[in-house]
Each structure stands twice: as structure tokens, then as C-alpha cells.
């Protein structure tokens, strides 16, 4: 059963930094991708960024509104998907997942199938 544990939120002011991290447990195999988005309060859940396994680097992508901003990585050897948040905005402010897939076929879109309970970023203008 693979279970993920999101850590790291808090509240700061606009400029400041966060860094969300998110534990995976339960994975037999290491061909997955994982992700974090974010939902505010009346706002449906956005997706912020991924990161999925290449046969040389992982490849990772972001949404427009936090490209040059955020940055995502992984552990790969503890199994720790990291979210470095710079240059924070309030509109950053939303409760953060942390997502991830089932096993990753080659060529095949990143599903995300498991979710984190969140934690929470407020950013004060």
C-alpha cells in the first residue's frame, strides 16, 4: 500500500521561502512519477508540477504560474519528493499535495493514483 506524508508547510511572507517535502512509503519498484498541487479555499485543485523517472535524468515540468519560481526534485534513493518554493506571492497560499502513480510504462502519461493529506502554505502580503 503505498502512502505518501507531506511535510514542510507553514506560513511566510510574500518574497520568503518554503520548502514542502513528501515521504512515499509502499513502492516495490522505482519507475513512478510524483507531483504536487495545490487547492485553495473555493478554487479547484491546481496542478504545480511533476517529476517522472528517464532512463538518464528525471524529467520534470511545471505550471506557468510557478516556472522559475519553484523547484521540484526527488531522493530517489529515500524515496522524498522535495518542493522548493521561492519568491513566494499570496496567491501562492493554498494546501499543497503531494501525488503519485502506479508503476510508469514507458511512454505512457503520469496518472496520479495516490495522494498525500496536504499541508498547508499562507502567504502574507
Known amino acids: 500500500q503505498v502512502q505518501l506524508l507531506e511535510s514542510g508547510g507553514g506560513s511566510v511572507q510574500a518574497g520568503g521561502s518554503l520548502r514542502l517535502s513528501c515521504a512515499a512509503s509502499?513502492?516495490?519498484?522505482?519507475?513512478?512519477?510524483m507531483g504536487w498541487f495545490r487547492q485553495s479555499p473555493g478554487k479547484e485543485r491546481e496542478w504545480v508540477a511533476t517529476i517522472r523517472p528517464d532512463r538518464t535524468n528525471d524529467i520534470t515540468s511545471y505550471a506557468d504560474s510557478v516556472k522559475g519560481r519553484f523547484t521540484i526534485s526527488k531522493d530517489n534513493a529515500k524515496n522524498i519528493l522535495y518542493l522548493q518554493m521561492n519568491s513566494l506571492k499570496p496567491e501562492d497560499s493554498a494546501m499543497y499535495y503531494c501525488?503519485?502513480?502506479?508503476?510508469?510504462?514507458?511512454?505512457?502519461?503520469?496518472?496520479?493514483?495516490?495522494w498525500g493529506q496536504g499541508t498547508q502554505v499562507t502567504v502574507s502580503s
Open positions: 501525488a503519485a502513480t502506479g508503476f510508469l510504462f514507458a511512454g505512457r502519461r503520469c496518472e496520479f493514483n495516490y
Open positions: 509502499g513502492y516495490r519498484y522505482n519507475n513512478y512519477c
